[in-house]
């Protein structure tokens, strides 16, 4: 995954100044990267907006630290700064009096956000914070910086509570918006009256329009083609002449600074990826109530939907209903507003809780309207190169997936005009021929034309049992939280009989480290958003991405679940890279550079056995009777019956 110092790495072979960086960890996830210079440390701390009292605190516990010379016991980078990189241009060009890149601190975004970017905080010559470079290195990291961009450039909506923008930049490597720094901090609880000024301020002084008029009505349509049962709430909506608003789509209180003053606090607003020139009234004072009730109260649905009423009964929200024209259809454009949250907004990590909220609210005003539920469509990936015979086993055992949308894409490094033209005469699937530089960087190529809610990959020698597909697509439609899923296997030689059972249980990341990856990516699947957020496999190691890959999940904190029944088949040929001796040299190289204390000699054994009794604990080692369905070499068009009595769970050896 590429974080934002890769863009300042000098060419192989030529060095480059270094800089030191503090690092702040959540779950061992850098979040913060804090200058040597301990004024600039302490700025660029102020920059997190914590939410909750603890995290307050702790943020008032390190800048003590800092003011009184303590040092803080955290590990330290060292980060070579290239002054020729593309982006270090950039960044030189908002300090035209410093000779170098000036000096600068870095708050990554939510670490369980798609396309999360990066704050960079740069000081002038004396020290003080002077802009703020949002950047974005992800793909879809990108397209939030450059909404942003387009919100703001070549001139932006002249309102009171916008940042002072500087300069945007939209390179080969990143692309990034330049603020002028606001020093503040984010406002609490008791400061929530303040927001009636604000979106007062952003009332349009013009004459009523009807709703349907206005620029996000078409994404709105979207929630009714996708409901029909909505048709009832559009009709009372669309035809109502509202005064427009300027939208924020993200107005929360860690995306606002409260600039003190002794007369009267001035908001502003930052991060308008998601903002609309002309949006709709009251969804912005909606969102707020919402997401701090969701992310940081942690309230249960029935105490947000009792906020919420309370809201519109406050004389300030009344008189901005009134004065906008939506005091009629605050029900209506309430549930839009939670409907549009799930849809296009995916509140990070509390979408179950959204759903909640939502199914509360229909419940109490719109129990008569029917929702459609919104079913997932699946991509498989499958990496390949001089393996047709196998290929349409593996083809076929997708195609005839029953209950579920799939897209199918053959990642192909030019095995040759065979394999081609049986693809396109005998398969609906998408067909890429093109170099590559190993079975990893194929399967990267086809996550990245993946078009699907969850995407998997499966290579040639690999199959879907029967109904796989649809039970995978069960399991994420009634469990939004989770982000990654694994199942079981089943073990068979070239003739397709059967030879072991792979009971799963969930990965732990000191095992993988120690020992091995126990989950099989045949076996493995993941939702789209977890790529977006630039979790690819790294494409340096041959044969052990896999495991490098879900040790950076759990690193990450990305929810996984297990379900113990067999979903694929994986075919035990020569020609397994995991068996293979580079696999072995990769594992011991890889645990060498992660220096974790799972890869001390003593330890190991620990987290070996420990893993053992988890399989015990899970009944991974009983003998199983077995009777499923696949295709075989010598039944490629039909599935046919292989069974097997007290099935084992060895791994076969060479």
Known sequence: MKEWFDLFHPVKGISAPVRVFTLLTRGKIPILWLPEDRQMADATLRLYPPQTLLARALIRLLRACLWMGIRIPFQTTSIPIDENTAIAGFLKSLAPDSPSVPPFGVLSGNIKTVGRRYSLLLFDAAGKPAVVVKLGVSEKARQLIRAEQEFFFPKGPAFPGLPDTLAIYDGQDASAIAYRYVEGSSPIPQQSGEIAAVLN?????????????????????????????????????????????????DFAPWNIRVIPSPLEPKWVVLDWERGVRQGLP?????????????????????????????????????????????????????????????????????????????????????????????KLKISVVTPSYKQLPWLKLCVASIADQEGVAVEHIIQDAQTGPDLEAWIRTHAKSQLYVEADTGMYDAINRGFARASGDIVCWLNSDEQYLEGTLAKVTRFFETHPDIDVLFGDA???????????????VAPKLHHIQASHLNVLSCATFVRHSVLDRGYLLNTRWKTIADAVWVADLLEAGVRMAVINEPLSVFTITDANLGQSSIASSEAKLWREE?????????????????????????????????????????????????????????????
């Open 201 to 249: 301020s952003w009332i349009y002084d013009s004459e009523p329009v009807p709703i349907a008029h206005l620029p996000i009505w078409a994404r709105l349509q979207v929630l009714n083609q996708e409901n029909p049962g909505l048709n009832s709430v559009f009709k009372i909506l669309q035809n109502n002449p509202i005064k427009p608003v300027l939208f924020h789509g």
């Open 490 to 504: 089943i073990l068979v030689d070239n003739k397709g009989d059967l030879l072991s059972y792979r009971r799963t």
């Open 594 to 654: 992660t220096s974790s204390k799972a890869s001390s000699y003593w330890l190991r054994p620990y987290f070996v056995l420990q893993h053992r009794f988890t399989k015990l604990f899970h009944g991974a080692y009983w003998p199983r009777s077995i009777a499923i369905k696949i295709y075989t070499l010598a039944s490629p068009k039909k599935r046919v019956c292989q069974e097997a009595r007290h099935l084992g769970f060895f791994w076969p050896r060479a």
């Open 282 to 374: 009251g969804w912005d004072w909606f969102h707020y109530f919402v997401q701090y009730n969701t992310l940081v109260r942690h309230a249960s649905p029935q105490t947000t939907l009792s906020d919420i009423e309370a809201l519109w009964e406050e004389p300030g929200f009344l008189a901005y209903a009134k004065k906008t024209g939506i005091q009629g259809m605050l029900k209506e454009l309430t549930f839009l507003y939670l409907l549009y949250l799930l849809r296009f907004h995916s509140p990070r990590d509390k979408t179950r809780q959204a759903r909640h909220l939502l199914q509360a609210f229909k419940e109490r005003y719109f129990s008569d309207v029917v929702l459609s539920q919104r």
